[in-house]
């Protein structure tokens, strides 16, 4: 989305306007924000309609039948509403709104530099795809961790800041000691840092070139100027 939005700002010469008021770093800011918004409050109301069902069948465990005699409600939905009372939520939903952002900020910085540096969609392919390997491979990292949430490849992707994000949030109702939590954070926080600054050098320098064919070496050179 971040990437689209950018990409279509430069082809429709809507952002030359836009630079008259604002800075690039400060227009890339304010759209990578804004769409960080929608979707935490996406998942905000989720939050909202999982508690409110969590809530409303939280009666259905124990039925009282002809004096002492009880039933007791085993049915799939009450296993899982037992597993959830065992879930810590408030640090689940704390350490899901930190990798949301950090992780967010990390991959849409790099799409925002790259819908800056291209003239065209089909140009795009060519450096969405490297970026789009780490969130496939954390995928099925994380789907591998839910059966050893503590073997090595759940270990090191959950630090790894390009998979941690997700591995990490797949560990985390299994049991997280407390120091890998907060290396997976550092690593993360400081990742996200650089790749911003490193995606406000490519956006500044490419969002107001044209009709230039984009390779990797340019895009270094972008990153190396000092302006």
Excluded: H
Aim: charged residues 10%; proline residues 4%; neutral net charge.
């Amino acid at each position: 989305m971040v990437m689209n939005s950018v990409l279509q700002e430069k082809t429709n010469r809507i952002v030359e306007i836009l630079i008259c008021s604002v800075k690039p770093f400060e227009l890339m800011m304010g759209k990578i924000i804004s769409i960080a918004l929608v979707g935490l409050t996406q998942f905000v109301l989720w939050i909202l309609l999982i508690g409110a069902l969590f809530f409303a069948s939280s009666g259905l465990v124990d039925i009282p039948l002809q004096g002492d005699i009880s039933i007791t409600d085993q049915s799939s939905s009450v296993q899982i509403m037992q597993g959830l009372l065992s879930v810590n939520f408030v640090e689940i939903i704390s350490f899901f709104v930190l990798y949301f952002i950090a992780g967010y900020m990390l991959y849409a910085s790099l799409f925002a530099a790259i819908g800056a540096a291209v003239d065209n969609e089909t140009d795009t392919q060519q450096f969405v795809f490297p970026i789009m390997i780490p969130i496939l491979f954390a995928m099925y990292a994380g789907i591998y961790s839910i059966g050893n949430p503590d073997g090595p490849l759940a270990f090191w992707c959950s630090l790894v800041p390009f998979t941690s994000p997700i591995v990490m949030m797949v560990r985390l109702p299994f049991g997280v000691a407390l120091w890998e939590k907060i290396i997976s954070i550092v690593i993360l926080v400081a990742t996200f840092l650089f790749t911003t600054w490193m995606a406000a050098k490519i956006y500044r320098t490419g969002i107001l070139m044209y009709g230039k064919k984009i390779t990797w070496r340019e895009l270094w050179k972008w990153i190396k100027y000092r302006n």
